[in-house]
């Protein structure tokens, strides 16, 4: 069974701006709601990247699931690449770097923003 892919309108410039301003780990947990968000957001910055062992600086102690609901549950578009790296022991380790293509950086300011969005109302509903 297919999923379907969801739509989301265009966020505005003000909201995307404040999460993707920076991308140092201590601002993206302060600014982005949830490990997704966090991640997203620091995909979003031209030129960054992640492996798994990356991933836990901002959070993220299971990345590849985290990228799997960008993929599957958001339509983004996620590069993989195949990389070695050494282990604490000095072992190599075979790892999956994960990228956003630029053409996705749209699309995927509009996922983050319907992120924001919802975590907003939660805080509401809480409240």
Not at 53 to 75: M, P, Q, R, V, W
Not at 115 to 123: A, H
């Amino acid at each position: 069974m297919k999923k379907a892919t969801p739509q989301y309108q265009q966020s505005s410039p003000s909201r995307d701006q404040s999460i993707t301003a920076s991308a140092s780990p201590d601002e993206l947990l302060a600014k982005a709601p949830t490990k997704i968000a966090r991640i997203l957001t620091y995909l979003l910055e031209p030129g960054n990247s992640l492996n798994r062992f990356e991933a836990e600086k901002h959070g993220d102690h299971c990345l590849h699931t985290t990228i799997s609901t960008l993929a599957n549950s958001h339509g983004l578009e996620i590069q993989r690449q195949t990389e070695e790296v050494p282990t604490n022991w000095g072992e190599p380790c075979n790892v999956t770097r994960y990228s956003l293509p630029e053409s996705q950086y749209q699309q995927a300011r509009a996922v983050l923003a319907q992120m924001g969005k919802r975590s907003k109302g939660r805080k509401k509903e809480v409240a």
